[in-house]
């Protein structure tokens, strides 16, 4: 276990370690002078708890956050990993969900998607993550359509033009809207026997 490292050391250290060389078998910190784990709490054998100009921060966690400041005549330091938590509680609740119910219907999806399929708006947007799922929180209604009345808007270039639409050739345009200049196919490919055709 741990092959190489000397751990008669003189300091104390603690040492993130893998699965296999963790005594508890999972991700995280050990003692190095004796191979504790010290996830949640310093080495009570080894680790300098009391130093001489240092002071534990006071702290209400369960379990308690491990960190010390300069030992001052002042009112003390607050436990950074408690603010932390504290402000990343505060984010959440800033940031969370204030849509309307109906905007994370199922239904309303359903008919946004197909507002979009007939033409009636240009696109729409959702949102998902802190209490949104899948809220639609925007409709375009500007903007060029790419379905009118649920088809295509390519489709509907070759029915103005008065024919089928033909094999997709690229852009949006079929075969018989750009035949070949040089053989006139209306296909991907040239006609057999065409000159162009390599």
């Known amino acids: 276990m741990l092959e190489g490292i000397d751990h008669q050391l003189d300091v104390y250290r603690e040492l993130f370690v893998w699965e296999n060389e963790h005594p508890d078998g999972h991700v995280g910190f050990i003692c190095l002078i ?6 949640d ?5 080894h680790a300098p ?3 001489a100009g240092l002071k534990l921060v006071d702290c209400d966690a369960q379990p308690r956050h491990w960190l010390w400041v300069l030992d001052r005549d002042d009112y003390g ?5 408690c ?3 504290r402000y990343a509680d505060l984010q959440y609740k800033a940031e969370a969900c204030r849509h309307w119910p109906w905007r994370r219907w199922k239904t309303t ?4 998607s197909w507002a979009y399929q007939l033409g009636v708006i240009a696109g729409s947007g959702s949102q ?3 209490g949104c799922n899948w809220c639609v929180n925007h409709i375009n209604w500007r903007g060029k359509r ?3 009345l649920g088809v295509d808007r390519h489709v509907w270039r070759c029915w103005r033009a008065g024919h089928r639409r033909g094999e997709p050739v690229g852009f949006g345009y079929c075969g018989k809207c750009q035949p070949w200049p040089c053989c006139g196919s209306i296909l991907l490919a040239h006609e057999p026997g065409c000159a162009e055709d390599v």
Do not use: H, I, S
């Not at 330091?77 to 990993?81: G, L, R, T």
């Open 49 to 51: 708890t009391d130093v």
């Open 128 to 130: 998902l993550g802190n």
């Open 109 to 112: 999806r359903r008919l946004t």
């Open 34 to 39: 004796c191979c504790k784990a010290v996830d």
């Open 77 to 81: 330091a607050p436990c950074f990993w």
């Open 41 to 45: 709490r310093p080495c009570p054998d």
């Open 146 to 148: 790419p379905y009118v």
């Open 83 to 85: 603010e932390r938590d």
